[in-house]
């Protein structure tokens, strides 16, 4: 055994296949079942594409009318499930809040266990129904706010934005948090997706695994860049200011979050969709402000490290016109994500193969106690 068959952080490591999204790097392209996510958000509503990841195809009417019926019914967050977020401090970060929710919906699931795929599907859609009401009410009981309770005459991106805001914005910021659930839905063995593929192999239930994602997500290299992308800007404050500090924290090793991919190395296939819909939500709030220091920042790294932004960076700044608190970004990108989570994991299961890699040792030689 040598360093070199080592591989870090398995980068570069092909460990098996999926059906649910092709990741090419060559092509910066990213496909979900078959077809370029562009299109997708584009052409799409988040129900559609959630559909898709699920069962394959796109929904017929009559489908995606049964799918929409069903998700408007479970919105509603459970008595349960409130009190146990109530128990938490207001002060607690809200991926900890929504970590803990999930597994306070599990516990109650008399039937936890990754029986079939149909049961797994229903656990999937019944949390992919419920976490825009956990997201919504941890940011408004943050504020001193009450809970809003959800409305099933509205769409889910209307329903969350009504949830989180007690108002349904324009229509060009609905579409634009569309673009962004359907962008963060999927995207292959990611690190908390993987997380949650390992969690079902070794045949634990859906939420332990979604569990596991969600602490995967939160770490800053991974979902939680989105929130630092924003501490980022308010501790830059303005474009002028955005060279000075980029050099500053280049000099001090810090890693500029929102840039670089593990997969992508030249620029993710995601950020000119999100960056078009940053761009119509500075518009629409008047704010050139924001884009100003954006595109700043963006061409300092890219003189300085020749780094490409990733999904983050874009995601960051959009949230934040949409009006959504910045510890609330990451909570997004869990509603969202749950959708390719719970497709890995309907798949991890069917291959029934357990996760389980080497390691190479480099402790002490073997030795012996005294006597
Ligand atoms: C997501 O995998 C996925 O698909 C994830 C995701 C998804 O949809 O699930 O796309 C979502 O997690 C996007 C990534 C969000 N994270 C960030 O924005 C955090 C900042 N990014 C970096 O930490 C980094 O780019 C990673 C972790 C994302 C990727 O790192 P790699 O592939 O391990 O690359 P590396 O760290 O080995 O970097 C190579 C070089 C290093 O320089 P040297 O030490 O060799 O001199 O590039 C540098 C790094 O220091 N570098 C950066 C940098 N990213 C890479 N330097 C400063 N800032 C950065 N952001």
């Known amino acids: 055994m040598t360093d070199t068959d080592i591989k870090k952080g398995l980068a570069g490591v092909v460990v098996d296949y999926t059906a649910v999204s092709k990741v090419n790097p060559e092509t910066n392209s990213l496909l979900y079942r078959g077809y370029p ?3 997708l958000a584009a052409n799409c509503s988040f129900e559609q594409v959630a559909y898709l990841l699920w069962y394959g195809e796109l929904p017929t009417d009559a489908e995606l009318a049964e799918f929409e019926r069903v998700e408007r019914g479970q919105r509603a967050l459970g008595d349960n499930v409130k009190a146990v977020i109530d128990l938490i ?3 607690a970060h809200p991926m900890d809040v929504i970590r803990t929710a999930v597994s306070a919906i599990g516990a109650s699931d008399p039937d936890a266990d990754l029986a079939t795929v149909a049961s797994s599907l229903n ?3 019944r949390l992919y129904a419920q976490l825009p009401a956990i997201v919504a009410y941890d940011q408004r009981r943050r504020r001193g706010e009450d809970l809003v309770p959800p409305r099933k005459d509205l769409g889910y991106s209307e329903n969350f934005l009504w949830m989180t805001f007690e108002e349904v914005p324009d229509q060009v910021v609905v579409d634009a948090f569309t673009v962004s659930m359907i962008l963060y839905a999927e995207h292959s063995f990611n690190a908390s997706t993987f997380t949650a593929r390992v969690i079902t192999s070794t045949l634990s239930d859906l939420y332990s695994a979604v569990v596991g994602g969600i602490g995967a997500l939160k770490g800053p290299l991974h979902g939680g860049a989105n929130e630092a992308v924003m501490h980022a800007f308010d501790e830059i404050g303005t474009a002028d200011r955005a060279e000075a500090w980029l ?3 280049l ?3 810090r890693k500029i979050m929102g840039f670089g991919h593990r997969v992508y190395k030249n620029g993710d296939s995601r950020v000119p969709t999100m960056k078009a819909a940053l761009d119509t939500l500075a518009e629409h709030y008047n704010r050139p402000d924001m884009l100003e220091l954006y ?9 300085r490290k020749n780094i490409k932004p990733n999904l983050d960076y ?3 700044p959009a949230y934040n016109l949409m009006g959504f608190d910045t510890l609330t970004f990451t909570p997004l990108f869990v509603a969202s994500r749950i959708v390719g989570w719970t497709a890995h994991i309907m798949e991890q299961a069917a291959s029934n193969a357990l996760i389980r890699p080497l390691s190479a040792y480099n402790g002490p030689d073997e030795r012996h106690l005294p006597g």
């Open 251 to 253: 000099a001090n090793k």
């Open 295 to 303: 595109e700043t920042l963006e061409q300092a790294m890219g003189s």
């Open 123 to 125: 656990k999937a859609a």
């Open 247 to 249: 050099d500053d924290a």
């Open 314 to 316: 874009p995601s960051g």
């Open 37 to 39: 996510v562009q299109e």
């Open 89 to 91: 401090p207001t002060t």
